[in-house]
């Protein structure tokens, strides 16, 4: 394409820039009446969904009992490798968290633990006033994350749907449980 | 009161009232630029922040001066003082209201002029002393804008002066009792406009300091209180700029009878302080052949065409 050029060419640009200074001028005044986007946080709290993703608890079941059963996927599927826990069994051979750590100076507050839990055991809650002076109160032993309550899966127990024999209880009699299919029979 | 003590009470509360003016400025500025940016700026010192500039003077006079060993020290120290002094020079000439005023030179208009081209020295001078390379451009972008803007900084105030027959400031003023020069001279005001936005270096005409290319332009190297003299010096400016606009075009301190002239000066003042910072808010900074080519092909055949329409009909 020729290169535009002329007086009536310089006219237009001239004016073509002073046209689009003034709309921008005016797109930029307008904002005087809108409302200011900050929330002024300590004054004024943001308000956090439940969803949100901040500090990780340990849940229990309506029962009472953990939920956590030391299966370590949290802990596999973790980016940042902040969470670490040892297996031990009670007397009934249920399986349970003999320290469950997180070190929250690394942790990055993904929820992939949340995510690859079995138990819905492993929670993010909508806080995240966690700051310290000292990095190592950064790190949470079991006691500090264990709550009472059942988070965000009120009425769930992992032991009563999950089809796995415990004492007290076989399998097929949980909530919802069909009994066991035989695979080897050939009878309907 | 004699006559003296009058002249000193007026160029000593002109300069305080200037100097500190300029200072609560730089507040001003952040929160209406917060305001048009959907924020709300500095609001926690003092009473919605209007002691901000308290703290920010505090923290830079308790910086180190540091004056750096590869530069030239006297240049060096001497281009925040020029920034600063001419600016506050150049308002000697305003006339604020009727006996309110430094001084009344038959040529004010033409001591504003060469008060604010000596400005561009201090950036010069800066830039060169530093013996910094983001300086040294900063440095050559300030001479290139300035030989593009000052030549019709001075044609648009040409038509005015036509009009007004005199250089006088003041006698321009009461020139304008049966109609401000913005009607005739809109073209004028327009341009003496963009030209007061390049010569106190603001945003779209910031190319000597663009931070975001050349960290700070010309005062890269500075800190502490001979940074802040570049900044009063430049937020002086800014109400320089106003000031003389109001002057010129808007009828200076006129206006109806029910408030004193002090207020009608401040006031269109004000609004036109306002309306730089939202210039500085909304347009981009173009590359400095832009502005070049924007300065001799645009502003400078505008304002010849305004001089000579404007001299044609003051002839007939």
């Known amino acids: 394409?020729?290169?535009?050029?002329?007086?009536?060419?310089?006219?237009?640009?001239?004016?073509?820039?002073?046209?689009?200074?003034?709309?921008t001028l005016w797109g930029v005044f307008s904002h005087t009446f809108t409302k200011a986007d900050t929330v002024q946080y300590p004054d004024e709290q943001p308000h956090l969904h439940p969803r949100f993703r901040g500090r990780i608890v340990l849940t229990k079941d309506p029962s009472g009992e953990e939920r956590c059963v030391a299966c370590n996927l949290c802990a596999s599927a973790?980016?940042?490798?902040?969470?670490?826990?040892?297996?031990?069994?009670?007397?009934?051979?249920?399986?349970?968290?003999?320290?469950?750590?997180?070190?929250?100076?690394?942790?990055?507050?993904c929820g992939l633990c949340e995510e690859a839990c079995p138990t819905y055991a492993i929670q993010l809650t909508p806080d995240f006033e966690m700051a310290e002076y000292e990095r190592q109160n950064m790190v949470y032993e079991k006691e500090h994350l264990l709550i009472d309550g059942p988070g965000k899966q009120p009425g769930y127990s992992f032991y009563e749907f999950s089809g796995k024999a415990v004492s007290g209880r076989q399998k097929g009699e949980g909530i919802n449980e069909a009994q066991p299919v035989d695979v080897k029979s050939l009878l309907p | 009161m004699t006559p003296v003590m009058a002249n000193i009470l007026n160029v000593v509360c002109i300069l305080v009232f200037v100097v500190f003016g300029a200072a609560m400025l730089t507040w001003v500025e952040r929160r209406i630029l917060g305001i048009w940016q959907d924020r709300l700026g500095p609001n926690r010192v003092g009473p919605g922040g209007t002691l901000q500039i308290v703290a920010d003077?505090?923290?830079?006079?308790?910086?180190?001066?540091?004056?750096?060993?590869?530069?030239?020290?006297?240049?060096?120290?001497?281009?925040?003082?020029?920034?600063?002094?001419?600016?506050?020079?150049?308002?000697?000439?305003?006339?604020?209201?009727?006996?309110?005023?430094?001084?009344?030179?038959?040529?004010?208009?033409?001591?504003?002029?060469?008060?604010?081209?000596?400005?561009?020295?201090?950036?010069?001078?800066?830039?060169?002393?530093?013996?910094?390379?983001?300086?040294?451009?900063?440095?050559?972008?300030?001479?290139?804008?300035?030989?593009?803007?000052?030549?019709?900084m001075g044609l648009s105030l040409m038509?005015?002066?036509?009009?007004?027959?005199?250089?006088?400031?003041?006698?321009?003023?009461?020139?304008?009792?049966?109609?401000?020069?913005?009607?005739?001279?809109?073209?004028?005001?327009?341009?003496?406009?963009?030209?007061?936005?390049?010569?106190?270096?603001?945003?779209?005409?910031?190319?000597?300091?663009?931070?975001?290319?050349?960290?700070?332009?010309?005062?890269?190297?500075?800190?502490?209180?001979?940074?802040?003299?570049?900044?009063?010096?430049?937020?002086?400016?800014?109400?320089?700029?106003?000031?003389?606009?109001?002057?010129?075009?808007?009828?200076?301190?006129?206006?109806?009878?029910?408030?004193?002239?002090?207020?009608?000066?401040?006031?269109?003042?004000?609004?036109?302080?306002?309306?730089?910072?939202?210039?500085?808010?909304?347009?981009?900074?173009?590359?400095?052949?832009?502005l070049m080519s924007f300065g001799w092909k645009c502003m400078l055949p505008l304002s010849l065409v305004n001089l000579v329409v404007t001299g044609a009909l003051v002839l007939l």
């Open chain 1, 1 to 23: 394409m020729k290169k535009k050029t002329g007086l009536g060419y310089q006219i237009y640009l001239c004016f073509d820039y002073i046209y689009s200074a003034l709309v």
């Open chain 2, 57 to 152: 003077m505090i923290k830079l006079l308790m910086k180190e001066d540091w004056v750096p060993a590869f530069s030239d020290k006297f240049v060096f120290v001497i281009a925040p003082t020029i920034a600063m002094f001419v600016v506050v020079a150049a308002f000697a000439v305003i006339p604020i209201a009727p006996g309110i005023g430094v001084v009344d030179l038959n040529v004010g208009l033409l001591f504003f002029l060469a008060m604010t081209s000596l400005g561009v020295y201090a950036v010069m001078f800066g830039a060169y002393a530093s013996d910094n390379k983001y300086a040294l451009i900063g440095g050559i972008r300030a001479a290139a804008q300035m030989v593009s803007y000052e030549v019709f």
């Open chain 2, 159 to 290: 038509g005015v002066v036509m009009l007004a027959g005199t250089f006088d400031l003041r006698q321009v003023v009461l020139s304008q009792q049966d109609g401000w020069y913005i009607f005739p001279q809109f073209i004028g005001a327009f341009i003496f406009l963009i030209a007061g936005i390049a010569e106190s270096h603001r945003t779209p005409f910031d190319l000597p300091e663009a931070e975001h290319e050349l960290t700070a332009g010309f005062h890269t190297e500075y800190s502490g209180m001979k940074f802040a003299m570049f900044f009063i010096g430049e937020y002086v400016s800014v109400l320089m700029t106003s000031a003389m606009i109001t002057v010129l075009f808007l009828g200076g301190w006129l206006g109806p009878d029910f408030a004193p002239p002090l207020f009608w000066f401040l006031l269109k003042t004000i609004i036109l302080v306002f309306f730089m910072i939202l210039v500085r808010g909304s347009l981009p900074r173009p590359r400095y052949d832009q």
């Open chain 1, 78 to 109: 973790c980016p940042t490798d902040c969470i670490s826990l040892q297996k031990t069994e009670d007397e009934s051979g249920r399986w349970l968290a003999e320290y469950f750590r997180i070190n929250f100076s690394r942790c990055v507050y």
